[in-house]
């Protein structure tokens, strides 16, 4: 058996998605332990396009379960959503197909408001450009011991308590602090008892169900959501996420021991890019020819919000801090092929701040939007590699760069994605055949 964290080495949207798709042909489980529906990961696959937001990305294929774990926070209207838009293509989502942590927490009516009530009350240089689907309030209640689990549903008294003591404070912060209306319980309850009848089935002990897995000599992925820069702890604070997005959670987002984990692999986009606001040392500003150039050759909007994503160039202060934060033992570099075309290529080895070199991310937000990255450049490539499916094969400039890349993080790339599609990838080795 083996049980394989991935991860994003970045800021998110790194191509997890696809590369979880794409690795669960050789898993049994797949399991989210983090985030919500702030998270949007796409696939294609022959051709069609998918996005979850909530749902783990190995839901396309047959025969596999997939798992919600408690560290994840989930808003039952979307999660419904999306098991009714697979239904819509022929996808039944069941008990065998999915597994919800009965201790996740529930993203609330609530949460969504106050999230998008304090992101417009913050000055403008403040903002923190979130998703504004509720996650940093539900975090908040969840270690405020406050939070409404999956587990509630099933208790309606319970959930009616809880959910009372919760609509009083919040409504008092949304009229009294914000100026907005107040919530009414009744058509929550109402909403509520509608997702427990659905969402009933689907619910249990996934610590329990991933243990008697890997006894049984299972394969177990765990898929990552957002970018090691957006960790709460170790991210660029306060410009993160409200969860832990490196793989030590994913032990505790699915109550799994680290003992057992096999493998880390990062997502490495072969350029960077953000959504949101916060430091991006190598970003290209908008209307730099390459920044505008890869935002269009690579389509970063976010699959989320639609927002245009921030591009800059490869980061290697950022995929250390990854190797360093997860304890990498491979890379996945997706959209190589966004790069093909550039004649030079640039590579930030290092950040300079007043006079000291950091080969980390700073600590401290103010020294980190002051950090100039010292590049070194490389040859670009001409040729398009979408077609290409040996490693071989590739343009020698593009084994150069990927071989830079290796030397400068000490970590090799077990994977190499050429385009968005399933098939536009070559895998160098498999993680689940250790
Ligand atoms: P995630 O959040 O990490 O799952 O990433 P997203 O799905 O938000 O964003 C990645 C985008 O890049 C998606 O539109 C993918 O279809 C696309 N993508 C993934 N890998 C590749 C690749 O190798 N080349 C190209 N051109 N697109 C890719
Ligand atoms: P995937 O899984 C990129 C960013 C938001 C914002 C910050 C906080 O698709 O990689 P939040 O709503 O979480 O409180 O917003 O985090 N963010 C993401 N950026 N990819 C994501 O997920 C993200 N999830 C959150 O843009 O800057
Ligand atoms: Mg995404």
């Known amino acids: 058996m083996a049980s394989v964290v991935v991860v994003g080495a970045q800021w998110g949207d790194e191509g997890k998605g696809k590369i979880v798709d794409l690795l669960t042909r050789y898993a049994d489980y797949v399991v989210r332990f ?86 417009e009350a913050l000055a403008r240089e403040n903002k923190i450009g979130t998703t504004g689907r509720g996650i940093g309030p539900c975090y908040m209640d969840k270690v405020g011991r406050v939070g409404m689990k999956v587990g509630d549903l099933l208790d309606p008294g319970l959930f009616k308590d809880k959910l009372q003591a919760a609509v009083d404070e919040k409504n008092f912060i949304l009229t009294r602090q914000f100026g907005g209306e107040p919530l009414d319980i009744s058509s929550i309850l109402e909403q509520f008892a509608g997702f427990a009848e659905q ?8 610590s329990v169900e991933l243990d008697q897995a890997r006894r049984q000599g299972k394969h177990i992925l765990f898929e990552g959501a957002q970018g090691t820069q957006l960790d709460i702890d170790h991210g660029t604070y306060p410009f993160v996420t409200s969860s832990n997005t490196i793989a030590g959670n994913a032990c505790i987002g699915a109550g799994f021991g680290p003992a057992h984990i096999s ?25 730099d020819v390459i920044g505008d150039a890869l935002q269009s050759k690579g389509h970063e909007y976010g699959a989320t919000t639609g927002r245009r994503r921030r ?24 959209k190589l092929d966004v790069l093909s075309g550039l004649k030079k290529l640039r590579i930030a080895t290092s950040y300079e701040v007043a006079d000291t070199t950091y080969r980390h991310m700073p600590e401290n937000i103010r020294l980190a939007r002051l950090a100039r990255p010292v ?27 990927l071989r830079r890349l290796e030397d400068l993080t000490g970590v090799a790339p077990i994977l190499v994605s050429v385009g968005p599609d399933r098939e536009e990838t070559l895998l160098l080795r498999n993680p689940f055949a250790a």
């Open 34 to 119: 983090q985030g919500g529906n702030n998270a949007g990961h796409t696939l294609v696959v022959d051709g069609r396009t998918y996005i979850f937001h909530i749902i783990p990305s190995g839901i396309l294929y047959e025969n596999k379960t997939c798992v919600i774990g408690n560290g994840v926070i989930i808003d039952p209207g979307v999660l419904l959503d999306e098991i009714a838009g697979l239904g819509e293509q022929g996808i039944s989502v069941s008990r065998r197909s999915l597994l919800i942590s009965s201790n996740a927490h529930l993203i609330m009516p609530y949460h969504r408001r106050l999230d998008q009530a304090r992101e």
């Open 199 to 206: 969402l009933a089935p689907l619910i249990g002990n996934v």
């Open 263 to 287: 493998e880390v692999i990062g997502i490495l986009k072969a350029y960077t890019t953000r959504v949101g606001e916060g430091p991006f040392p190598t970003e290209l500003p908008e209307g």
């Open 311 to 334: 591009c800059g160039w490869f980061d290697a202060v950022v995929a250390n801090d990854a190797v360093r934060l997860n304890g990498l033992t491979g890379f996945a570099v997706t």
């Open 375 to 401: 590049y070194e450049e490389m040859a670009g490539w001409d040729t398009e590699i979408t077609a290409v499916r040996a490693y071989e094969d590739l343009p020698s400039a593009a084994r150069d760069y």
